[in-house]
C-alpha cells in the first residue's frame, strides 16, 4: 500500500503534516526582511529548547556536521582528547577529534550501559597536570538506547576545568537537557529527531567558556566556523545560504513545541517509552537496556525473541504492517531492534507500534498471550 | 497579495510545483532500499549534468560547503593556490584556502571584467619551479553575472601541472561545463540554482588526477571527508543522515533536467537571458556586463538609470509585481541589480520580468518608450 510508511526508527522522525506543507510552499529569498523575520523567531526558541541564553548556531549540515563543527572550532593538533563512548555516536566524537590531530584519549563501556560516573571522576583526577582540554560526550546513545546522566559528568567535568562537547542529537526537545543550569560548554543537535523537521539541518550552542577556547583555534573549519556563524545569528541572517525550506518548517515545528511546552513534551516521551518497555517485558521479549534508570526515553532496543530473527521481525512488520524500525549498527546488527518513540510521537503511536509489533511476532510463530503487550501499554498510558 | 512572490534573484530560484510537492511527502528511513534506488538515479544523472565519469559526492550542506569541501581535501598548510578572483564567490575560494593555512596569491581583475587567459599564462609560465599547488576559479560570477572561459583556463591550468577547482555553482545545469572533456580536476556546484531544488545540498566530483593528491592531505575534514563520501555513493548511500526531503526533490528535479535534455535547457537559458539583454538595452538602461561573450546566461546585471535608484527598482518590483531580484553584493550595493534567470525559468518568465520592470521604472519617472522592452525580447525570442 503506498504512502503508508511509519518510520518508528530513531531518524528521520515522523513529521506533522502542517510543517510538510509549509516546507513546501516556494523558497523566498534568504537575505529578505520576511525571512530575516523566521530566522530570529527561529533563533529565540531553539534557546528555548537548548535551555541557554547562548546562541544558537543552524547549519545547513547533518548531525554529524555539527559534531565537526564543535570540534573544529576547538581542537589545535596535539590537543588531549577524552571521549566517553556508550556507542556508535559517542565512537565518531573521538573519530572527529581524531582527524582534526587530537590525541584522543577514551572511556569505553560495554554497548547497553552508560558512563559510570565513578570511572571519569578517578580519569579526571588522575591527569594532576590538567592536560585533557576537552572531554565529549553523548547524553542519548541512538545506537543502543542509552542515556548518560550528562548533568553529574558536566560537573565532573566543569569541575576538573575541561570543555564539555554534548551530542544532544537525540535528546534535545525528548528529554531535559539544560544546557545552562548543567553548564554544558557545547551542545549540538539535529533537525530530524526532537524537533520534528527532516534531516538538513544542525544546531550548536556555545558557551562564553568555549567562546574563549575557540579564539585559540589556529583554524577553525570555513563553513562551520563559529565566528562568522555567530556574526549572522546575531543579525538574523546566516552566513551562506541556509536550507531556506526547512528554516521554514522548523519555524513552524518550534511554534508547535513551544504551543505544547518542553516539559509536556518530555513528559509524553517518558510515558511513551516506559509504556513501550513495559509492553515488550509482556510480550516475553528482553530489552536490551534492562536498567531503567539509563534507559532512553526516545529510542528503545529489544532482543528478538530464539528462532525469530531481526531481519524477520523488521521485514514483517514493513511489509504487513508499514512500520519502520531500526536494525542495530555494526557489532550489534541483527543482534537488536530498534524502536524509535521521537519527536511528532503520540501514545496512539504506541499503540500501533504494539499491536503490530504482536501481530509480527505472532505470525512469525513466537509463543506469547497476544494482546498481552497492548494491555501492558494501556495501563501504564491510563495510570 | 498573499503567495504571489516570484524569485528572479541568483538563488534560491523558482522549484517546480512537482518537485516541492514530492519534498512534502514523509521522509522515507534514509538506510532503506527504497531510498537506495533514489540516490542510485540521483548519483547517475548527476553524472550527466557534470558531464563526468567520476562520482559525484552529495554533500548536506550550502554550496560554500562544497566549496570547503573541495580545498580542505586537498590543501595542506603552506601549499601555493592560486585563485582567480572576479568576484565576491571568487574571493571565497582564496577566503577558504587562507583559513585552510595555504599560501594564497591572487588574479584580480575589477568587478564586469573576466579573468584575461592571457593574465593566467604569464602567471603559471613565471611559476618556473611549479609550486602552484591548486588554482581556483569560477565559471559563472553570481555577484557580476560574468562567466569566465573555462575551458581555456583548465587547459592552461592543466598544461601547467597544477589542479583546477572549478566553482559551478550558477553555472551547472544552465550552461555548457563540460567536466571530462575540458579537463577540470575539481567542479563543485549548488542544489537551489540549475538544479531547480530549494537550497541544503551540495554537490563535487574530482578526477583521478585530484584524488591522488587528496591521499597526499594530511587532515581531510571529517563531515567533508571524500573517501568516507565517495565509499557511500558507491554503495547507493551517503555516508551521514542526508537531506532526505530534499533528495527526493532532486530525483524529480533531474527527471525533468533529463527529460528536457541538458543542450535543451542550455539554449532556453542562453535565450532568455541575450533576450533579456536586448529588452535592457531597449529600456534605456545600462548593462554592466557590456560585452556580450563574457556575460552570464543565468544572471544578468543592470546599472539603474539617473535619478532612480536600485531600493527604489527592488521595492517597486517586490510591491507591486511580487518579483525579487537582487541587489549588488559589497561594493557593488546600490550600484547594480541583478536579475536571475536561472533554472526553472520559461520564456513567460522572462517576458513577466522584462514588463514589471518597464512598469517599475515607468511608476519611478524613468524616460523611455513604453512596451519597448517587452518588443525587442520577443523578437530576439521569436526569431
Chains 1, 2 share one sequence.
Not at 216 to 244: G, H, L, M
Not at 309 to 322: A, G
Request: net charge neutral; with cysteine.
Amino acid at each position: 500500500m503506498k504512502d503508508k510508511t511509519f518510520l518508528m526508527i530513531p531518524g528521520p522522525t515522523p513529521v506533522p503534516e502542517s510543517v510538510l506543507l509549509d516546507m513546501a510552499k516556494h523558497p523566498i529569498g534568504h537575505r529578505s526582511s520576511e525571512f530575516a523575520k523566521i530566522l530570529e523567531s527561529v533563533y529565540a526558541d531553539l534557546k528555548y529548547v537548548f535551555q541557554t541564553k547562548n546562541d544558537v548556531i543552524v547549519y545547513t549540515a547533518s548531525g554529524t556536521g555539527a559534531m565537526d563543527a564543535a570540534l573544529s572550532n576547538l581542537v589545535n593538533p596535539g590537543d588531549k582528547v577524552l571521549s566517553l563512548v556508550i556507542g556508535n555516536f559517542g565512537q565518531r566524537w573521538a573519530k572527529i577529534a581524531a582527524a582534526l590531530g587530537a590525541e584522543v584519549d577514551i572511556i569505553e563501556v560495554e554497548p547497553g550501559k552508560a558512563i559510570d560516573p565513578k570511572t571519569l571522576k578517578e580519569k579526571l583526577d588522575s591527569d594532576v597536570n590538567k592536560e585533557i582540554k576537552i572531554v565529549t560526550l553523548t547524553q542519548n546513545e541512538t545506537s543502543t538506547g542509552v542515556t548518560n546522566d550528562v548533568k553529574t559528568l558536566v560537573s565532573m567535568i566543569r569541575e576538573h576545568g575541561a570543555l564539555s562537547v554534548v551530542d544532544g542529537v537525540t535528546s534535545l526537545g525528548a528529554m531535559t537537557c539544560k544546557m545552562d543550569e548543567w553548564g554544558i560548554d557545547v551542545l549540538v543537535s539535529g533537525s530530524q529527531k526532537g524537533f520534528m523537521i527532516p534531516p538538513g539541518l544542525s544546531f550548536l550552542a556555545a558557551n562564553e567558556r568555549a567562546w574563549e577556547v575557540q579564539k585559540q583555534c589556529k583554524r577553525p573549519d570555513f563553513y562551520f566556523n563559529w565566528e562568522t556563524n555567530r556574526k549572522s545569528v546575531i543579525a538574523n541572517s546566516t552566513a551562506f545560504t541556509p536550507a531556506v525550506n526547512l528554516i521554514v518548517a522548523l519555524k513552524t515545528a518550534l511554534d508547535m513545541i513551544k504551543e505544547e511546552g518542553l516539559d509536556n513534551i518530555i513528559i509524553r516521551h517518558e510515558k511513551i517509552a516506559k509504556g513501550l518497555r513495559e509492553a515488550i517485558r509482556a510480550i516475553g521479549l528482553k530489552l536490551f537496556v534492562e536498567n531503567d534508570s539509563i534507559a532512553s526515553t526516545s529510542i528503545t532496543a529489544v532482543l528478538p525473541p530464539d528462532n525469530i530473527t531481526v531481519p524477520d521481525i523488521r521485514k514483517t512488520l514493513k511489509e504487513d504492517y508499514d512500520i519502520v524500525v531500526a536494525n542495530g549498527q555494526n557489532q550489534l546488527k541483527d543482534k537488536i531492534f530498534r524502536i524509535g518513540t521521537l519527536g511528532f510521537v503520540s501514545q496512539r503511536d504506541a499503540i500501533t507500534a504494539v499491536g503490530s509489533l504482536e501481530a509480527a511476532l505472532h505470525k512469525l510463530g513466537h509463543k506469547f498471550e497476544l494482546g498481552q503487550g497492548v494491555a501492558a501499554l494501556i495501563k501504564y498510558l491510563n495510570k
